[in-house]
């Protein structure tokens, strides 16, 4: 792969489409929030990029990621409706592959001992036991919703209320895993979900623009503008 192939790759993972441009809602459905939760990065053979967003909309919980390699993509998508959630699970930080670690340091330390003897064998043992240590280390993200009973054409999906998986990656802790948004996610996921349950159709009100021709939206806990940005109009007191 070139380096004007690997520019260009990079570009495109920066320009996927957000959940608002790829998602079709329904015709009284808008988003209030939406978080770009992964953003994976791409290394030949050692990582496939990868990114993850979730978007809070006054009907349902959206998550939509993308899973990009040399041989194509994968894209995945999960919805679950508002008003059956009734908590949320969420995990970022950093784990061990004891399973990778363990074997990767007796690797190194047998290459190291072998050094002596000399031959390609010791260099090579001691190079696989380097990247076994390298991998044992991880970042991840998983992010779910506790549900209620999810209903869909007469059967009953799954025995909740338990953990519903909507987002979930990991990679190298040497590489960029964690998307731009996951600090306020964490901080701000239950609370905006809570917010959107309880105020129902009145929030779309609250973020829309007071001009009725005017199609643009604030984000649920963003500040309301002075004046909308889009068409001037100046923004309603809350």
């Given amino acids: 792969m070139t380096s004007i192939e690997k520019s260009a790759r990079k570009e495109d993972m920066r320009n996927m489409a957000t959940i608002r441009e790829s998602v079709d809602l329904f015709e009284d459905e808008v988003i209030v929030r939406e978080y770009w939760a992964i953003d994976k990065q791409y290394v030949p053979i050692l990582s496939p990029g990868a ?65 002596e003897f000399g031959g390609w064998p010791s260099a090579v043992l001691f190079i ?32 909740e209320p338990e953990g519903y998986l909507l987002l979930a990656q990991s990679g190298l802790s040497a590489l960029r895993t964690h998307g731009p948004d996951v600090e306020v996610l964490m901080r701000a996921l239950d609370a905006v979900i809570v917010a959107a349950q309880q105020r129902g159709a009145a929030i779309v009100n609250d973020l829309k623009c007071p001009n009725v021709e005017c199609g643009y939206m604030t984000m649920i806990d963003d500040q309301p503008p002075k004046h909308c940005p889009e068409c001037g109009e100046a923004w309603r007191a809350k």
Avoid: Y
């Fill in 51 to 115: 990114e993850g967003r979730i978007a809070i909309t006054n009907r349902r919980v959206i998550s939509r990621s993308e899973l990009k390699v040399d041989g194509g993509k994968r894209v995945e998508l999960n919805a679950v409706p508002l008003e059956a959630v009734q908590g949320t699970c969420l995990t970022v930080g950093n784990r061990t592959l004891w399973r990778l670690l363990m074997p990767g340091v007796i690797a190194v330390i047998a290459g190291i001992r072998l050094l």
């Fill in 128 to 159: 696989a036991g380097v990247i076994a240590i390298i991998c044992a280390f991880r970042r991840e993200i998983r992010v779910g919703v506790r549900a209620a009973s999810i209903v869909r054409g007469g059967f009953i999906s799954k025995a």
